[in-house]
C-alpha cells in the first residue's frame, strides 16, 4: 500500500471511464442506447441524491421530481404533440430547464434545510408525492394523465440525436463523467469540506461560523443541476414525459438506486443505475415482467436489511477478507 | 354558501378518513422515531383483506374488524421481524419500510389486479340524511366522522388518563430516560405499532366503503400522513386531528374551487407551516 489513496481512487475513476468510452465499441446497438444511456442519465439523478446523502446527510426524496421539473420545463419549451408551451431552441430550453429545476431545488432546501434526518426525508417524500399528484390532476399546463408526448429532440447532421445509439450514449457519458468528476472535486474543495462538517455535526459547524441553513440550501442547489440533467436526458430519450416519471414509483426507483449501489461514493450512484436498469429490461426472463417491482423491492430490502452501504460495502468488505486472508 | 358548506363537510369525513391513518403513524414517529414509510401500504392491506373477508362472509361488520385485526398482527409482525432489531438507526428502518411497501404493492397488484374494489355497505348506512342547509348527505360519510372522533377520543383519554399512555408520553419525550425507569419499552413499542397499524387496516375498509380500493391508493394516503405529521407535529394526537382538519379543507376546497391546483395547496399549507413552526404545530423540538 505504497501508493497514497487519492492516487489510487483516481486510477479507478481513469479505468472506469476507459471501460464507459470502450463500452459502446464492444456490444450490440440495444445494448448501447436500451442500457448504457438510461444507466447514465438514472445515474446522474442517483448521483444527486448519493451527494447529498452521502457528504451532507440529507436523503433528499425529491431528487426525481427536480429531474421531472427539469423534464416538464423542457418539454414545455420544445415542440411537443400536444403543442403546449413555448417553443423555444433546444440551447436555449436546457437552460430554461435546468434553471428553473434549481430553483424548485432551492426551495426544497429551504423547506428542507430547518430540519434534519428523518424529517427531511418526509418532508422531501411529501413534495415529491404532491407534486406527482400536481401533474396528475392539472390539464392546464401540465396536460394532468397523458403528460407532454413527442417531445422533439434536437438534431446533428439532420437526424435526432437520440436516433444515433452512439451519439446519445456519448452525450449522457460526456454529461455524467464531468458532474461525478465535479461531485468528486467539490467535496475535496472547502465548501465540499463545510458540507461534511454540516453532516457530521450542524452545532458545532455553526459554532464555528458556518451558516447551517446556506450550506444546506447550496448544496441542495448544486444537487440540483446533474438531477436537471438527467431529467432533460431522460425526456430526450423517452420524447415524452408523463405523471408516471415522478410518481412513487420513480421516486422509490432513484432511492433503490442509490442505496443499492451504496451511498458512500459517487459511483454507487451509477452502479445501482446499470443494475436497475438491467434488471428493469431482464426481470422478464427472471420473475416475468409485471412483476419486476417485487423483484428490485426484495433486492432494495435484502440490501438495506443485510449490508446498508450497499453494494460497495460488500466490495469493500470482500477486498478486506481477501486481504487479511494473503496476510494470514 | 350550499355549495361550501357541502364541501366543508366533505373535507371534514376526509379528514376523518387522514385522521384514522395519520394518528397511527404520528404515535409511531413520536414514539420509536422511525418513520413507517409503508403505513399507506398497510391502509391498502387492509383495504384488500377486508374486501376479500366480506367476499367470503358477506358481512360488513366482518370485514372492518378483519381489516384491522390481521393488520394489527402484520403490522406487529413487521416490527418485530424488520424494525425491532434496527432501533436507533432511524434512517435505515425508513429505508427498510420502503423496501417493504414496494414488495407489498406488487404483491397486493399480483393478487387483487388493477381494478378500483368496491364494498357493500350494510343497508341502513346506504341512506342520506336530512341537515340544515346542506340538504340530504350520505350517513356513511357522517358515521364515519363519528367513528373517528370517537376513536380520536379514546386515543387522547388513553394516553392521557392511563398508566399505559404516560409511559407512551414519557416514550415521545425520552425514550432512554423511560427505560431507565423499567419500563419495558420494546413491549411499548410492539403495542403502539399493533394499535397504529391496526387502525390504518381499519380505515382501509371504511376508506373503501366511503370511497374505493385500488392500486396507489397505498401512497395517497402515505402522501396525507405525511403531510398531516408534518402539519401538526409528531406524537400528538392533537397535531393529527388538527392536521388533518387542515389537510382534508385544503385539500376539498382546493378541488371543488381550484380544481387543477388542489395539490399546489398543499404545498402552500406545508410551507406556512415549516416556515412558522419547524416542528410542526404541536411539535416540540426533538
Sequence with gaps: ?328 | MNLFLTVTLNGLTVAALYFLVAVGFTLIFGLMRSVNLAHGSLYLLGGYLGYQVGEWSGNWYLALLAGALIVAVLGMAMHLFFLDWMQGEDLRQALVSIGLSVVIADLLLAKFGSLTLQFQPPEFLQDSIELPLIGGYPLLRLSLLLVALGIGIVLWLGLNRTRFGAAIRAGVDDREMLSALGINTSRLFVLVFAVGAGLAGLSGVLGGTVLSVSPGEDARYLLSSLVVTIVGGMGSIVGAAVGAVLVGLVEQWGMAYLPTYAYMLIYVLMTAVLAWRPAGLFGRKA
Aim: aromatic residues 12%; glycine residues 10%.
Design chain 1, 1 to 328: 500500500m505504497s501508493t497514497p489513496l487519492e492516487t489510487r481512487l483516481i486510477r479507478y475513476d481513469l479505468a472506469l471511464l476507459c471501460w464507459a468510452v470502450l463500452y459502446p465499441f464492444l456490444v450490440p446497438n440495444f445494448w448501447v442506447l436500451n442500457i448504457g444511456a438510461p444507466s447514465l442519465f438514472f445515474g446522474l439523478v442517483a448521483l444527486s441524491l448519493s451527494f447529498l446523502a452521502g457528504y451532507g446527510g440529507m436523503v433528499s426524496l425529491a431528487q426525481m421530481t427536480v429531474a421531472g421539473v427539469a423534464g416538464y420545463a423542457l418539454a414545455l419549451t420544445s415542440v411537443n404533440a400536444e403543442a403546449m408551451g413555448v417553443p423555444l431552441p433546444w440551447p436555449l430550453a436546457v437552460a430554461f430547464a435546468v434553471l428553473v429545476a434549481v430553483l424548485f431545488s432551492i426551495f426544497v432546501g429551504f423547506l428542507a434545510a430547518r430540519t434534519e434526518g428523518i424529517y427531511l426525508l418526509m418532508i422531501t417524500l411529501a413534495i415529491g408525492m404532491g407534486f406527482f399528484f400536481l401533474v396528475q390532476q392539472n390539464d392546464t399546463v401540465f396536460n394532468a394523465f397523458n403528460g407532454l408526448q413527442g417531445v422533439a429532440v434536437p438534431q446533428l447532421f439532420e437526424r435526432p440525436i437520440r436516433d444515433e445509439a452512439h451519439v446519445f450514449y456519448f452525450i449522457c457519458l460526456g454529461v455524467a463523467a464531468v458532474f461525478y468528476a465535479g461531485i468528486r472535486y467539490l467535496v475535496a474543495t472547502p465548501a465540499g469540506l463545510a458540507l461534511q462538517a454540516v453532516r457530521d455535526d450542524p452545532r458545532k459547524a455553526a459554532a464555528l461560523g458556518y451558516s447551517v441553513t446556506a450550506i444546506k440550501v447550496a448544496a441542495f442547489a448544486a444537487a440540483g443541476v446533474p438531477a436537471a440533467l438527467g431529467g432533460v436526458l431522460m425526456v430526450w430519450y423517452n420524447q415524452r414525459i408523463s405523471p408516471g416519471s415522478v410518481d412513487l414509483g420513480g421516486i422509490n426507483a432513484i432511492l433503490i438506486m442509490a442505496v443499492v449501489g451504496g451511498l458512500r461514493h459517487p459511483v454507487g450512484a451509477f452502479i445501482g443505475a446499470v443494475l436497475y436498469v438491467l434488471l428493469q429490461n431482464f426481470a422478464g426472463t427472471i420473475v416475468g415482467a409485471d412483476r419486476f417491482n417485487l423483484l428490485i423491492g426484495s433486492i432494495f430490502l435484502a440490501v438495506v436489511l443485510f449490508s446498508p452501504d450497499g453494494l460497495l460495502g460488500i466490495a469493500r468488505r470482500l477486498q478486506a477478507a481477501m486481504q487479511s486472508r494473503r496476510a494470514a
